[in-house]
């Protein structure tokens, strides 16, 4: 037999209480039968405090009142439209309030050659804002921009194929009026 193998003082059945341990053995007076590296155990909790001698009456048996909130869901509802992009929105916003027809003669109206001069409208408008802005920048811009603000307004007023004949021919004359070279002027701040 090695010094590792148990040998079993006892053999309990299943089910059956394991003996509590043998007392220990009577320490000497002032000492304790603990290791040193455990302290002593608690006292006992005080004892519960009396019950009272007039118990509280319960409160009269009285109506008794049930609130209940119900949330309806109907799984029926169809999920909301996502919201358009701001290009989207601006094409509806356009197509909305005018019919592709008018468009394209309003646009063709612009661009086509008046017979006697072999030059459009539109062309003629951005010859005149160049001319304008050639005179002074501030005179040419002011001019373009503030004719094509009228013509807009008039569209938006009116929604005609005329107003909308306006808006083309100004918006090409925008072209006239306007120069990559003041772009440049405003940004770096260097002037000829």
């Known amino acids: 037999m090695s010094k590792n193998e148990i040998t079993p003082s006892a053999v309990y059945p299943a089910g059956t209480p394991i003996p509590t341990a043998p007392p220990l053995p009577a320490a000497p007076a002032g000492s304790t039968n603990l290791p040193p590296w455990r302290t002593a155990a608690a006292p006992p909790p005080p004892p519960p405090p009396p019950a009272p001698q007039h118990p509280v009456p319960a409160p009269d048996p009285g109506p008794i009142e049930h609130r209940v909130t119900v949330e309806l869901v109907y799984p029926e509802q169809p999920e909301p439209e996502p919201e358009l ?108």
Do not use: N
Request: aromatic share 14%; net charge positive; glycine share 10%.
């Open 85 to 192: 992009g701001r290009w989207a929105r601006l094409w509806a916003a356009f197509t909305d309030h005018v019919k592709p027809w008018q468009a394209l003669v309003a646009l063709g109206a612009a661009v086509l050659p008046i017979p006697w001069t072999g030059y459009s409208a539109a062309t003629t408008w951005a010859y005149t804002m160049h001319e304008a802005r050639e005179m002074h920048v501030g005179l040419g811009y002011t001019l373009a921009f503030g004719v094509f603000a009228i013509a807009v307004r008039r569209f938006t007023a009116h929604r005609g194929v005329v107003a909308l004949w306006a808006v083309a021919v100004t918006g090409i004359g925008l072209f006239g009026a306007t120069d990559w070279y003041d772009a440049v002027a405003a940004i770096t701040g260097v002037h000829r």
